[in-house]
């Protein structure tokens, strides 16, 4: 069966600091995978995916994210935090495009 | 306006009694989907529908029913609410022939609190 584990489920920088949120994922097929964003007191919205193709993904707001197939791994980074980083990152994988699994999100602090 | 719109926003309620939540969109989107969030769980999926005439379960059905109204209008209901059924729920859509991944695109929420 499908899943993602994020490790870690609070994750807390300072601001400019690196930003490293991981998530490794189990899949019988080559997936696709995602990292959404929600914040508070919003819906989910998408921050970046990876189909095929080059494994590093840039997506919005500065955030990018690489599949290493070697590692089962698509962890989310970002070079300099901004206070509007904070926010619950979801990791998600999907075999086919019947349905998304998530894993169980991890929130982001930004201290100034 | 929302391309997928939730309603209500927030509900209280009280154990026993029946709960309807509503999602509707204009995206134009067949598939619809209800996911359930708990903190330190995730997202976890209810129940998901392929068009009006498919119904599908997810990993956490029991206690839930869904109707797919139209295209565009996918209700979950709770027929007797019970505590545990306290949580976030996300009503999500997605069409494959747009866009070969499945991404999903999410309501803002329904915050369901049962007493």
């Known amino acids: 069966a499908q899943s993602v584990t994020q490790l870690g489920s609070h994750v807390s920088v300072s601001e400019g600091a690196l930003v490293l949120l991981r998530c490794n994922y189990s899949?019988?097929?080559?997936?696709?995978l995602f990292w959404y964003v929600q914040y508070p007191n919003q819906g989910l919205q998408l921050l970046l995916k990876?189909?095929?193709?080059?494994?590093l993904v840039k997506g919005i707001n500065g955030f990018e994210a690489e599949f290493k197939k070697s590692e089962t791994s698509f962890h989310l980074t970002k070079p300099s935090a901004h206070m509007s980083d904070a926010a619950e990152y979801f990791c998600a994988v999907t075999p086919n495009t019947d349905k998304l699994i998530f894993g169980t999100g991890t929130r982001l602090q930004v201290f100034p | 306006d929302a391309d997928v719109t939730q309603t209500p926003r927030n509900r209280i309620t009280k154990t026993g009694k029946r709960i309807m939540l509503e999602c509707s969109q204009t995206?134009?989107?067949?598939?619809m989907y209800w996911y359930r969030q708990d903190p330190g769980l995730g997202l976890r999926l209810i129940y998901y529908?392929?068009?009006?005439?498919?119904?599908n379960k997810g990993e956490i059905s029991d206690g839930y029913s869904v109707s797919r109204q139209a295209q565009a209008k996918f209700s979950l209901s709770l027929e007797s609410a019970i505590p545990n059924q306290t949580a976030l729920y996300f009503c999500?859509?997605?069409?494959?022939?747009?866009?070969?991944?499945?991404?999903?695109?999410f309501g803002e929420g329904s915050r369901l609190t049962v007493l």
């Open positions: 899949s019988s097929v080559p997936p696709y």
């Open positions: 529908s392929f068009d009006v005439k498919d119904i």
């Open positions: 995206k134009g989107h067949d598939r």
């Open positions: 999500a859509t997605s069409d494959p022939g747009t866009s070969v991944t499945g991404e999903l695109f």
């Open positions: 990876y189909t095929t193709g080059a494994t």
